[in-house]
């Protein structure tokens, strides 16, 4: 099956720096791809939908401008979480369509831990 | 209208066992509704889905029923084993956008 990779798989902070991590499709081209966030036994939130050369769509709630999306290729999408404090320490997750199948692809997760 | 409600919140279940978990939602939109598996510290995979114009869908031990008018559907797992003990997502579908259920941790005991 399709397959999304994510990078870092984990990253540990301090609080007041950023951190990038990036989702690519590696055996597909995806105009695409969403970004989930997790805290500890809950389910997965969307963030937002990030789409290939144009801004991403933020779900309600969202800062923009805390976490910033980035999708400049059809494999690649960036989520950037700027300035971040210890309530950003979570566990994000993004996935992209497959196209002709309808099918989501999860990533394995990026666990964010800041300091 | 976006909501997508899980039960149970957990499920113990013998080796053998039918596992059975159910969610409901409202937005009738809805074109397209997965089943998620995940192990703590991974990302969640594909388990089965479906679409609305299908009753029910089976594959291997895992089977998807659907009942359109009522806004439900569940996930039965047969002959239950040790290694399906991981967190279960239900999800609803428009236009790619996955909405979640709140996951049910099921752990099958040998």
């Known amino acids: 099956g399709a397959v999304v990779s994510q990078h870092p798989s984990r990253v540990i902070c301090k609080s007041g720096t950023s951190v990038k991590i990036e989702c690519r499709s590696l055996?597909?081209?995806?105009?695409?791809m969403f970004w989930y966030r997790q805290f500890p036994k809950q389910s997965l939130m969307l963030m937002a939908t990030?789409?290939?050369?144009?801004?991403?769509?933020?779900e309600q709630g969202v800062e923009k401008d805390k976490f910033l999306i980035n999708h400049a290729s059809l494999t690649l999408s960036t989520l950037t979480v700027t300035s971040a404090h210890p309530e950003d320490s979570s566990f994000y997750i993004c996935s992209a369509s497959a196209p002709g199948t309808g099918e989501l692809f999860f990533g394995e997760g990026s666990r964010l831990t800041v300091l | 209208q976006q909501q997508v409600k899980q039960s149970p919140q957990s499920l113990i279940v013998q080796k053998g066992g039918i596992s059975i978990i159910n969610c409901a939602y409202e937005?009738?939109?809805?074109?397209?509704f997965p089943w998620y598996q995940q192990f703590p510290g991974k990302g969640p995979a594909l388990l089965i889905a479906i679409r609305p114009d299908v009753s029910e869908k089976k594959e291997g031990r895992f089977t998807i029923s659907f009942n359109k008018s009522a806004k439900q559907f569940s996930l039965h797992i047969m002959d239950s084993q040790p290694g399906d003990s991981a967190t279960y997502f239900c999800a609803a579908s428009m236009a790619d956008k996955l909405i979640f259920g709140t996951g049910t941790r099921l752990q099958v005991f040998p």
């Open positions: 990030s789409n290939e050369g144009s801004k991403a769509t933020y």
């Open positions: 937005n009738t939109a809805f074109d397209y």
């Open positions: 055996d597909f081209q995806a105009t695409t």
